[in-house]
């Protein structure tokens, strides 16, 4: 990065704090498989490995016409979709614009409101600033979404209750393929009222309440949703893995190694596990955690939680860089010592604009500068400066492809997957426009597997998971709805 040798050797350090070598990365595989395994024997375990009740394997044969929800990311969606066989499939959606307020109340009193789901959580305004929100999503709200949405396909006059989907984004442990309560909120979301409650009886009942003619007939994970939709096209695909906001993954098991098994008996020997991955570590026996991990976890409102997330996910890398910058220029070694109102405010730099200081190819870093001066409002930056705030974002981006991949590397290990060759589905915007993450996933497999791991473990981008995988999962009736 050139510079003064202090600054030198401030980035050498910051490359061995943030480096995963090749051993580290096979302990933290190791370790990733020993807490899966104990996830499949004992209820209440930190990997929770929730068996999501969806059985058996998609063919791509499978057609007909289906309604899917989708809550829990950035929107509230309905989707229509259509399998067509031979792993073709047609969606229409449509996305509703969920009420937003901006509140300074605290979280007490607007937990009083009754009905309502609320949720807070950070976003960008217009002016391209995070600014902290309450997010009112009222179950009311979602009823009369699908209500108008079965009105603009003329599905409302159907004589039977419309079966529907549900993705939910948050960890529930099921107990039916359309029951479960809600085990804690993740990603920035909190609500203790609603933890321990069934999401699928609050939208029945508000559906109920306004004559709204569908049926939740599954309720499920998007990470199955992803394995799903993912199956429909690849029919061997073996994972389901989400990259965006937040990270978490499925994947196939024998049901004689889910140990915990209580759910009675399968008219399948496999079976969908939501895994729960982002608490993987939190008791951080394995994971490489700098100081600027500890100070996002220890500010965030889940502290001691998520901590595998909140290396990789999308909501937290652009904050671990934060926190990284904020360090060197605390001892001037970035910015001539300045920074800026923007740049010391918490969520500041977000991930996005990582991606755009590590695809900015020119020689001067004119994109880099502009996000730092115009975005982020630091006064002045050097070439120097520059270089070294894209090494920190390339450090930080790659460790989160390789943590990835120490748990798909799980996946496959644990089920010996590696020989017979496999597909895994991806969704999430940190996988599908990140520089380079793919890369420097399969990077991090072939340092795990060996030479030709790409024609082994076959990545790809899982479209429209979410909603597809919600229907899909309701192909599967063997076990009573
Ligand atoms: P969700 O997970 O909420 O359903 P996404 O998959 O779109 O939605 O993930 C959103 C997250 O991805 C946000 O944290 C955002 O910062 C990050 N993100 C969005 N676009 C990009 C991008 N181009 N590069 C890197 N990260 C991105």
Redesign the pocket.
């Known amino acids: 990065v050139g510079g003064t040798q202090a600054q030198h050797d401030a980035v050498a350090e910051l490359i061995r704090a943030f480096t995963v070598s090749a051993d580290k990365l096979r302990a933290i595989q190791t370790h990733f498989i020993s807490e899966m395994e104990k996830g499949l024997k004992h209820h209440g375990q930190t990997v929770a490995m929730i068996p999501s009740f969806v059985e058996g394997r998609l063919t791509g044969q499978e057609k007909g016409t289906f309604l899917a929800l989708d809550l ?3 929107n509230l969606r309905v989707v229509q979709v259509e399998l067509l066989g031979a792993g073709e499939f047609t969606t229409k959606s449509t996305k509703y614009k969920v009420s937003e307020e901006l509140k300074t109340t605290d979280a007490k009193n607007l937990f009083r409101i009754s009905g309502t789901l609320v949720c807070y959580g950070w976003r960008i305004n217009l002016l391209n600033r995070l600014i902290p929100i309450v997010l009112v999503r009222s179950i009311d709200f979602i009823a009369d979404s699908i209500d108008s949405f079965l009105a603009e396909h003329g599905l409302d006059a159907a004589e039977e209750a419309i079966p529907l989907g549900f993705t939910f ?1 948050f960890p529930v442990y099921q107990s039916k393929i359309n029951r479960g309560t809600l085990k804690s909120w993740t990603k920035g979301f909190s609500c203790p009222g609603l933890v321990g409650k069934d999401p699928v009886v609050m939208l029945q009942d508000a559906l109920a309440k306004k004559h709204v003619p569908v049926f939740v007939t599954a309720l499920v994970n998007d990470t199955v949703g992803t394995l799903l939709s993912h199956a429909y096209r690849n029919p061997d695909t073996m994972a389901g893995i ?1 990259l ?3 990270t978490n993954g499925a994947y196939i098991e024998n049901m004689k190694n889910i140990e915990k098994w209580d759910g009675g008996s399968t008219s399948s020997n496999e079976m969908i596990i939501n895994m729960e991955f982002g608490a993987f570590d939190n008791e951080r026996r394995a994971l490489p955690l700098t100081m600027f991990d500890n100070k996002l976890d220890r500010e965030s409102i889940n502290p001691h939680e998520q901590i595998f997330e909140k290396m990789i ?3 937290y890398l ?1 904050e671990i860089v934060r926190n990284t910058l904020l360090h060197l220029i605390d001892r001037e070694l970035l910015f001539s010592g300045n920074s800026s109102k923007e740049l010391n405010e918490m969520w500041s730099l ?3 604009y ?2 755009a200081i590590e695809a900015d190819a020119d020689p001067q870093l004119e994109s880099t500068k502009n996000i730092l001066e115009q975005t982020l409002s630091i006064p002045s930056t050097t070439l120097t400066d520059r270089r070294i705030v894209k090494k920190v974002c390339e450090l930080v981006g790659t460790r989160a492809a390789r943590l990835a991949s120490a748990a798909i590397g799980g996946i496959i290990a644990h089920r010996d997957a590696l020989e017979a060759g496999c597909a895994c589905g991806i ?4 996988y599908e ?2 520089p380079n993450f793919e890369t420097r996933m399969y990077a991090a497999l072939k340092e795990l597997f060996g030479e030709g791991v790409e024609k082994k473990i076959r990545l790809g981008l899982a479209k429209d998971g979410s909603g597809v995988g919600g229907v899909a999962a309701k192909m599967f009736k063997s076990l009573p709805v």
């Open positions: 829990g990311g950035t984004s989400i965006g906001t937040g996910a999308g909501m652009g977000e991930t996005t990582m991606s969704d999430g915007s940190l426009f990140y």
